[in-house]
């Protein structure tokens, strides 16, 4: 599915602190290798530990089982992604990245939403993730989302060694 987007209202990462509007974007499902080389741009912009290749290209020979979704923009094929797995009725979200010149304008607020609305209309009635413990910035947007803290895995990050906070969210009856 393609939609057309503008700046979420309701703020991103930086929830109430947007800056400056954001692009017009669209989110749509990856379909095949052709934007891993953007997807792993994104990573190697927003993690001290990215995937490789050979991970998404393995994820991309599950596609019952993996979901891959970008951001894309008029002069940038990928601006950012989401990537996340449905199981039974949960959707673990793997990896969910905005390149950082588009952070806090409400682009990952709609990538979310999106993945969230994909994941109900899959049949998923929860959804689960994990975030770096110090990453307030995410930790605020998953908030918004309506994830609550429900563990903590000690020592779970590398590069560096850090804790993560595991996030769920139940979907409404």
């Not at 923009?73 to 979200?93: K, N, T």
């Amino acid at each position: 599915m393609t939609r057309d987007q503008s700046a979420d209202p309701q703020g991103g990462a930086g929830v109430g602190r947007h800056h400056q509007p954001a692009p017009r974007f669209w989110i749509e499902r990856l379909q095949d290798e052709r934007d891993l080389d953007g997807v792993l741009e994104v990573e190697a912009e927003s993690f001290t530990n990215p995937w490789t290749r050979d991970m998404y290209a393995w994820e991309l020979q599950n596609r019952s089982v993996c979901h891959i979704y970008l951001v894309r923009m008029r002069d940038l094929p990928v601006a950012g992604f989401c990537a996340f797995w449905l199981v039974f009725d949960e959707i673990h979200i793997n990896n969910v990245a905005v390149r950082p010149q588009f952070r806090g304008r409400g682009i990952g607020t709609a990538l979310l939403h999106h993945v969230l609305g994909e994941g109900r209309r899959l049949g998923a009635r929860r959804a689960t993730l994990e975030v770096r413990a110090s990453n307030e910035a995410a930790c605020r947007l998953y908030q918004h989302l309506g994830f609550y803290v429900a563990a903590t895995r000690r020592n779970y990050y590398t590069n560096p060694v850090e804790d993560a906070l595991i996030l769920w969210r139940d979907e409404p009856a």
